[in-house]
T-cell receptor, first 110, second 113 residues
């Protein structure tokens, strides 16, 4: 089975940096995804990691350590519009289905 | 290029009625996934389909729920004899063959009275 853990909520200030951690225990691993979801909207794809290391994409970066079952999403130069839930999801070794964590709600304050 | 389309966006049903949720994948995408999101909870996988085939239905409740993705037309998630516990947001995602990334539609919010 799969178990994905991430903090429920985080608060940060506009212009600051926030790091959202995600740990997972899985029976197989074939990639980790981060999605952003604004309230009442669809999840939108942010990043995909399948190899260890850091993937940088503008203000957002994602890191993966497969040996530790650990990933983080780093949001830099926070903007008010970054207030949203951030979903960590793992694809198992068999098949394409994604197993999601509960999501981390990030609140950006002025 | 239009994204994943879902309709209706909102659906209200009384207990015992049927709910039909439709999903049109992005152009060129032949893989469709359905997920359910209960209030204040994470997304839960339900079923993975390719054209005319159910590939993985390990997340589907054993009764009342069915899904199809016909050769022509949208994918349909059907819930028979709905109960209040079926109230949730149902998201469809699609991907092209041999792609890791799933792209999500706007969801259908089902409310069972």
């Amino acid at each position: 089975g799969q178990n994905i853990d991430q903090p429920t909520e985080m608060t940060a200030t506009e212009g600051a940096i926030v790091q959202i951690n995600c740990t997972y225990q899985t029976s197989g691993f074939n990639g980790l995804f981060w999605y952003q979801q604004h309230a009442g909207e669809a999840p939108t794809f942010l990043s995909y990691n399948v190899l260890d290391g850091l993937e940088e994409k503008g203000r957002f970066s994602s890191f993966l350590s497969r040996s530790k079952g650990y990933s983080y999403l780093l949001l830099k130069e926070l903007q008010m519009k970054d207030s949203a839930s951030y979903l960590c999801a793992v694809r198992g070794a068999a098949g394409n289905k994604l197993t999601f964590g509960g999501g981390t709600r990030v609140l950006v304050k002025p | 290029n239009a994204g994943v389309m879902q309709n209706p966006r909102h659906l209200v049903r009384r207990r015992g009625q049927e709910a039909r949720l439709r999903c049109s994948p992005m152009k060129g995408h032949s893989h469709v996934y359905w997920y359910r999101q209960l209030p204040e909870e994470g997304l839960k996988f339900m079923v993975y389909l390719q054209k005319e085939n159910i590939i993985d239905e390990s997340g589907m409740p054993k009764e009342r729920f069915s899904a199809e993705f016909p050769k022509e037309g949208p994918s349909i998630l059907r819930i028979q004899q709905v109960v209040r516990g079926d109230s949730a947001a149902y998201f469809c995602a699609s991907s092209p063959p041999a792609s890791e990334t799933q792209y999500f539609g706007p969801g259908t919010r089902l409310l069972v009275l």
